[in-house]
C-alpha cells in the first residue's frame, strides 16, 4: 500500500515562507515524478509545481513562479515545497502526489495514481 503524508503547514502572514514536505511508503520513490496541487475555498483543485524523478526537471504553475520551489530528497523519499513570499491567495489545502508514470510531471490530476490527505496553509492579509 502506497502512503503519501504531507506535514509542515500552518498560519502565516502575507510575505511569509513555509516548507511543506511530503513523506512516501510503499513504492519507489526515485523512480517517479512528484506533484503539488493546491485547493482553496470554494475552488478546484489547480496544479502548483512538478519536478523529475531526479530532480532535475521542474513545472510550476504561472502564480507560484519565482515565489516557490520544489525538490526532492531520493534518499529520504521525500519531496519538498518551499513557499516563499506567500499571499492570501496561496490559502488552500496542498496535496502532494505521485505521478503515475517514470517520465509525466505535468499539471494534469490524471497523470498522478497516488495522493497525500493534503496539508492547510493560511495565509492572512
Known amino acids: 500500500q502506497v502512503q503519501l503524508v504531507e506535514s509542515g503547514g500552518g498560519s502565516v502572514q502575507a510575505g511569509g515562507s513555509l516548507r511543506l514536505s511530503c513523506a512516501v511508503s510503499g513504492r519507489d520513490f526515485s523512480s517517479y515524478p512528484m506533484g503539488w496541487f493546491r485547493q482553496g475555498p470554494g475552488k478546484e483543485r489547480e496544479f502548483v509545481a512538478a519536478?523529475?524523478?531526479?530532480?532535475?526537471?521542474?513545472n510550476y504553475a504561472d502564480s507560484v513562479k519565482g515565489r516557490f520551489t520544489i525538490s526532492r530528497d531520493n534518499a529520504k523519499n521525500t519531496v519538498y515545497l518551499q513557499m516563499n513570499s506567500l499571499k492570501p491567495e496561496d490559502t488552500a489545502v496542498y496535496y502532494c502526489?505521485?505521478?503515475?508514470?517514470?517520465?509525466?510531471?505535468?499539471?494534469?490530476?490524471?497523470?498522478?495514481?497516488?495522493w497525500g490527505q493534503g496539508t492547510q496553509v493560511t495565509v492572512s492579509s
Open positions: 502526489a505521485m505521478a503515475g508514470t517514470r517520465y509525466s510531471f505535468g499539471t494534469k490530476p490524471t497523470q498522478y495514481d497516488y
Open positions: 519536478l523529475s524523478r531526479s530532480g532535475g526537471a521542474t
